[in-house]
Nanobody
Framework: QVQLAESGGGLVEAGGSLRLSCAASGSTFGLSAMGWFRQAPGTEREFVASISYNSGDTYYANSMKGRFTVSRDNAKNTAYLYLQMNNLKSEDTAVYYC??????????????????WGQGTQVTVSS
């Protein structure tokens, strides 16, 4: 049974930093891409960052470039996905979700490619 669980969210002042983590278990994650998405109240879920199966490639939404860094550690039947967020802004306030794209080795921003999702972790940035 595939499970993804995020942690590390919280309240931070504008300009501050947070590091989100996602623990994935129950399958062979090391062959396919993982990613982060976020959703603010009243908006659609949007792409944040993606990382390829071997960490060889990363891809970011334009507004996150230079501020966010995605990384991962693969192990047998588990994986750990991270999102380092720096220089946070009030508009970064959202629920952040990690996701797994089992049919895709390379990076992707397409939400349809991600079949498995965590429950989300709240990030609130105060201005």
């Amino acid at each position: 049974q595939v499970q993804l669980a995020e942690s590390g969210g919280g309240l931070v002042e504008a300009g501050g930093s947070l590091r989100l983590s996602c623990a994935a278990s129950g399958s062979t994650f090391g062959l396919s891409a993982m990613g982060w998405f976020r959703q603010a109240p009243g908006t659609e879920r949007e792409f944040v960052a993606s990382i390829s199966y071997n960490s060889g490639d990363t891809y970011y939404a334009n507004s996150m470039k230079g501020r966010f860094t995605v990384s991962r550690d693969n192990a047998k039947n588990t994986a750990y996905l991270y999102l380092q967020m720096n220089n946070l802004k009030s508009e970064d306030t959202a629920v952040y979700y990690c996701a797994w794209a089992p049919r895709r080795a390379g990076v992707t921003s397409l939400i349809s490619e991600y079949d498995y999702w965590g429950q989300g972790t709240q990030v609130t940035v105060s201005s």
